[in-house]
């Protein structure tokens, strides 16, 4: 049944009823790219646009206001989970039937929105992932770095072996979730660094929420945030130790925050 069609892609609603769509931008330094962004946004399909930010010293705020978002401030820098918990907050206290983050960055693309949130919306996944790697020509000329893809592509690899699910990437930050797995999930619990985004996808795993993914073009440009080596290589040591906690707690060696209870 065709109950809604946006204005930029074809999304089937199967229900006569819209979905209520919030939006969510993690922001840090985003200034020169907030208003791109949120250009691209398709408007149509979202009840509410929330920016976050984390005690940036530019002039994200200000944009952010004049472009009419609903705006939350840090006055002490959280770090990305920290900011992701913020956001997630204040959109479940909207009652959302969805929740989109979409970093303001401008590295990924936000008129394909409509498209992570469709199978959300039809009940066929809990959690969306918009996923950079297709191919390895793809990601490169995206811009990705050598060293990054390489690492995702070991730790991707990794966590589908340990977690039984196949997913392109694990490691993307365009992501769409159900209410019901934002409920459900301890995100509060998780790091507030970037680990957090791989605490929260193999911890809802363990939770039996079903995770799928859709291709995204791969953007990296200067005004885009990216992470150093070291911070990457930190990052890919959590993540391992992160899959460690997981099957440990799954054999029943020790019993994780992280994870629903066996």
Known sequence: MLLRNSKNHNILWESSKKPKIIVV???YFAEKTVRKTYDDLPKDLISEIILVDDASKDKTVEVAKK???SVY????NKGYGGNQKTCYDQALKRNPSV???????????P?????LCEPIVNGRVDIMLGSRIQSRRQALAG???LYKYFFNRFLTMLENIV???NLSEFHTGYRAFSSKSLNM???HKFSDDFVFDQEILISAVSYGLTISDTPVPCKYFPEASSINFKRSTTYGIMTLWTLSLYVMHQAGLIKSKFFKKI
């Not at 401030?73 to 002490?76: L, T």
């Not at 929740?99 to 693309?109: A, F, R, S, T, W």
């Not at 008129?111 to 498209?115: N, Q, Y």
């Open 25 to 27: 931008l993690p922001a």
């Open 67 to 69: 472009l009419g978002l």
């Open 73 to 76: 401030i840090h006055p002490k």
């Open 99 to 109: 929740v989109v983050m979409v970093h303001p960055d401008y590295q990924y693309d």
């Open 111 to 115: 008129k394909l929105l409509g498209i």
């Open 143 to 145: 811009g990705m770095p």
């Open 163 to 165: 977690l039984g699910i």
């Open 185 to 187: 999930l301890p995100y």
